[in-house]
């Protein structure tokens, strides 16, 4: 069960964001990862644990094909609870929880800040290297509101480098994400259910090595 610790920052000017604690583990139907936002010190908002602020929270359980089964997504007051179903449906709670408002799009799946989607996103296209890039339609929650978006990218397997550690060998992953409205490009590392790097996201720590997906 790897469990570790990232850090987050603005893709484009680096300036911090916090951290985010998780632990995730597959199952005998899917995968689960549970974490908790933190704010840099002295900037956060929320429920104090030792010297950050709690911000937020992710619980993703998706299943044996990457498909969200069960999404609970909170940023400062507001909360998201989602999952695969005509499409992917949601509900959004605005801060006083006087007023819900549901959604319901036919995408694929779900995506974020946190690294939790772009594992789930990959086990739900399963790329082979050197395939061409896969579509793929996703409902974006942006921080600190949650507000949604649907969007759409390009996947693509650049190819997979084995890495030999004190635990054996560590496969990772290369993919190259395009967002199609923009054109933008980026890369991203993954390896098992551990993102290494990712624009916005740095594994800091990690107490044991990453779960090998099926």
Known sequence: MPRGRYSRHDPHDHTPLGEEHFQCAPGTSGWRYVS??????????GDIQGDSAVT??????TDALGRPIRLELRAADWQIRGAALDGV???????????ATEG???AHAFT???????????RMLRLTAGAPATRVRLVAFTEPV???RTLDQSWAL???EAHATDSGPLVVDEYQVTELDTGERH???IAGDVVLSAPGIELEDLESPPSVLG
């Open 56 to 61: 937020g929270s992710v619980d993703l359980t």
């Open 146 to 148: 949650l507000a949604p």
């Open 36 to 45: 908790q936002i933190t704010a840099p010190p002295g900037a956060g908002r």
């Open 158 to 160: 650049l190819g997979s």
């Open 104 to 106: 319901n799009v036919q």
């Open 89 to 99: 449906t949601w509900v959004r709670t605005d801060p006083t929880g006087a007023h």
């Open 187 to 189: 890369t991203i590392h």
């Open 112 to 122: 974020g800040a946190s690294p939790a989607f772009l594992v789930a996103t990959t």
